[in-house]
């Protein structure tokens, strides 16, 4: 059974820092891309940043320069930090996971973690 969890999120101020972190269970890590998705009340799911099997990391134009994307195969992990956060970075930041190099995969969800900034 694959599971996702994320931890990390909560209330900060603007200008602030945040660590979000995912554990992942019941698939072979190596061979997934992992990422970071998020929704805003009354907006759809965006991407954040994705990091692929063999490291190479995209990050959507918003967040660019303020966060950061890493994987620990060893621990089955995947982290975002979150530098110089922004009222409109707040969102439920979820954890996804598919396997990398081919179509049609399934894609894993987490349950999400609230992230809010104040101003």
């Known amino acids: 059974q694959v599971q996702l969890v994320e931890s990390g999120g909560g209330l900060v101020q603007a200008g602030g820092s945040l660590r979000l972190s995912c554990a992942a269970s019941?698939?072979?890590?190596?061979?997934?891309?992992m990422g970071w998705y998020r929704q805003a009340p009354g907006k759809q799911r965006e991407l954040v940043a994705v990091i692929r099997s063999y490291g190479l990391t995209v990050y959507s134009d918003s967040v660019k320069g303020r966060f950061t994307i890493s994987r620990d195969s060893a621990k089955k992990m995947v982290y975002l930090q979150m530098n110089s956060l922004k009222p409109e970075d707040t969102a439920v930041y979820y954890c996804?996971?598919?396997?990398?190099?081919?179509?049609?995969?399934?894609?894993?969800w987490g349950q999400g973690t609230q992230v809010t900034v104040s101003s």
């Open positions: 019941g698939i072979s890590f190596s061979i997934h891309k």
């Open positions: 996804n996971a598919k396997r990398d190099g081919g179509l049609g995969y399934t894609d894993y």
